[in-house]
């Protein structure tokens, strides 16, 4: 049985607290690129009871992202943007989800991040990231921003990090690795990085800045 919107939030209130619980449950986030970093990133505010995500992705799940994405065997094939939803759903049914199957560009990310509070860039291509924070840092100056760089390889997961870059831009990872180097993408250290992301989503609503 699952539980009413009542008692969900009388929870959440509980362990995390009236105050921060009623700043989450007016916020909404843009997630671009629903991966190991993004779907992870989705899962994590989804627990922790933010009003709305909206989920953007051109791709679909393939057996060789369900080692670190969170999606299920029997999801090989659907579109990443909406199997998110569903698996989202089945924990966190009170959130608002709203789904993009596409490709996110400098052309359509002030559309579809308009109603956000904070954008997560949260793409694998180098080159789709710089498009994408050059744009927000461009074209939506207000926004908030996080972005990742660097998790792949075996080293310590005390070398990733959350830095501040600019006034409202937000850098998470080691800033080194790549897996183009050929070190591969562990399942931990990218969950890491994603809860660096989640984690400073969280403390930039609840005006908890990082130096």
Known sequence: MIPSKEEWRSALDSKQGIKVQETLSKATVAICGLGGLGSNVALMLARAGVKKLILADFDRVDITNLHRQ?????????????????N?????????????????????????????????EAFDKPEAKAELVNAVLEKMPEKFLTAASGMAGFESANLIKTKKISGKFYLCGDFSSDVNDGIGLISSRVMVCAAHEANAIIRILCNKFEA
């Open 88 to 120: 989202l759903k089945e924990y966190a049914p009170y959130v608002e989800y709203e789904s993009h199957v596409e490709r996110i560009t400098a052309d359509n990310i002030i559309e579809i991040a308009k109603e956000a509070d904070v954008i997560c």
């Open 70 to 86: 969170h999606y299920k065997p029997e999801q090989i094939g659907e579109a990443k943007a909406e199997a998110l939803v569903k």
